[in-house]
């Protein structure tokens, strides 16, 4: 039966998001080159789905019972559109290309999975295809200077500089995913444990990580505000600045507690907002390639074969129609998914419109605060009290995993006494940060009610 990339069952790793697997990049290799390189792995891909390859190379659009493969071309771009229908009511479309980019020893590659069905079936998140992480194994894929692989890369301390220009250099579009080990724990086995926990990021991060001696080096590197703890790892965005304080709120981290606390769930929040930001910022290029009409994807298919018998044309007749109707069905699923991803985007879209404009009331109203109590205080003479700088908090936390490993400083006044699984499920989230932060706030005035409460008790 056609499935998804799947893993073993006891390793839940799959994201949770419901965002498609959509991601691109540039391979160092010509047009031609590219596609045929693309193609070699597409039989490799389909040969682990047990799929008939031979009818693949024979250009047979059916490739298996509910299986459909088509190809597309134009001058400047290739594709494959692959649909998988299982008895669930469940098809898998995914569609890959390659396009001709500016440069010629390079080339662009594009690929989109995403489930088709009906409202009532629920829908999952595709894995990280094995499709990417073969063509990533056997050919140099890169994001601006930064090298795309299907594993993380190792850094020593004589590396760290390149990775420093990788790190903060302009023109990325994808994230860098740096993991520092630790001092306590052999090198290999802690790959190997990134190694899992990177799984789903293949094609949407460039990956590294930082040997123990390399870990101080990148750490003196980058600054305070921007390093990396011992066995932790961070999701270094776009636009990396060290030298702005405010910046490093923006790149998260995973702690070390959290990662060998829960590293099923670490590597689902991990993939979360690379799998995001990937799907959302495919260059005018890749589109293209993952645009190929209907009717280039059906060009090829459209014509029955020519048997010299009846029955022959008549079973070509036949396949034809059932893969215009696939097809067909595909185009209108994909319509649908995008009209409802649009109306919730509007939707999303006017509630942070409304969470700003309360936030900025608020704001407006604290600062009205400060300015009478100033003024208070200084009519009554005491001008240096009322303007000497508050001293600042630490930082707000950006993920209810960061919470959590901050709340053992609210002991004794506060507890959680919930289910920490839920909450930190919100990680996967796109809002998250906020709803963390929003969390934290109530947390602090919970322990300062708590401790004024206590004080009350004692003066009594």
């Not at 420093?164 to 790959?191: K, N, Q, S």
Request: charged share 25%; hydrophobic share 45%; glycine share 6%.
């Amino acid at each position: 039966m056609p499935t998804a990339e799947t893993v073993p069952q006891s390793i839940d790793t799959a994201p949770r998001s419901g965002l498609p697997y959509r991601t691109a990049f540039e391979l160092q290799v010509d047009f031609n080159e590219a596609i045929a390189r693309v193609k070699e792995q597409l039989r490799s891909w389909l040969r682990s789905k047990r799929y008939d390859v031979g009818r693949f190379d024979a250009g047979v659009p059916t490739l298996a019972d509910g299986v459909v493969l088509l190809h597309a071309a134009t001058h400047d771009a290739c594709g494959w559109q692959l649909r998988e229908t299982r008895t669930d009511n469940l098809a898998w479309v995914s569609t890959v290309a390659v396009v001709r980019s500016k440069s010629l020893r390079r080339s662009w590659f594009s690929i989109n999975i995403e489930p088709a069905a009906p409202p009532d079936v629920a829908v999952p998140s595709p894995r990280a295809p094995r499709l990417v992480k073969l063509l990533l194994d056997v050919v140099d894929a890169i994001d601006g200077e930064a090298t795309l692989r299907s594993r993380p890369t190792a850094v020593t301390a004589g590396d760290v500089d390149d990775l420093l220009d990788i790190v903060c250099m302009e023109g990325r579009r994808l994230p860098v995913v740096v993991g520092a080990a630790p001092a306590d724990t052999p090198f290999e086995d802690w790959r190997r444990a990134m190694e899992r926990l990177t799984g789903e990021l293949a094609g949407l991060a460039s990956l590294y990580i930082l040997d123990p001696a390399a870990v101080q080096a990148f750490n003196a590197g980058i600054g305070e505000t921007h390093w990396i703890g011992p066995g932790s790892v961070r999701t270094y965005l776009p636009g990396v600045d060290p030298a702005l304080v405010e910046d490093s709120l923006r790149h998260r981290v995973l702690s070390r507690r959290r990662i060998e606390a829960e590293p099923q769930r670490a590597a689902r929040v991990l993939s979360a907002l690379p799998r995001q930001l990937a799907a959302n910022s495919l260059p005018p290029l890749a589109v293209k390639g993952l645009g190929l009409s209907l009717r280039d994807f059906t060009r090829g298919a459209a014509a029955p074969g020519r048997t010299g018998a009846d029955d022959g044309r008549l079973t070509a007749l036949v396949e034809q129609v059932e893969i215009l109707n696939a097809l067909l069905e595909t185009a209108d699923d994909a319509d649908k998914r995008s009209r409802a991803l649009i109306s919730q985007q509007q939707d999303d879209l006017l509630d942070l419109t409304a969470d700003l404009e309360f936030t900025r009331n608020e704001l407006e109203a604290r600062d009205a605060t400060i300015r009478t109590l100033r003024q208070r205080l200084a009519a009554l003479g005491r001008h240096a009290e009322a303007y000497a700088p508050a001293e600042l908090p630490d930082p707000l936390p950006t993920s209810f995993a960061e919470l959590f490993d901050r709340l053992d400083s609210m002991s004794p006044y506060v507890s959680f006494t919930g289910d920490h699984g839920s909450a930190l499920d919100l990680d996967e989230h796109p809002a998250h940060s906020n709803w963390a932060q929003l969390a934290w706030q109530a947390m602090l005035a919970l322990a300062d009610y708590a401790q004024g409460q206590a004080r009350r008790l004692v003066w009594r």
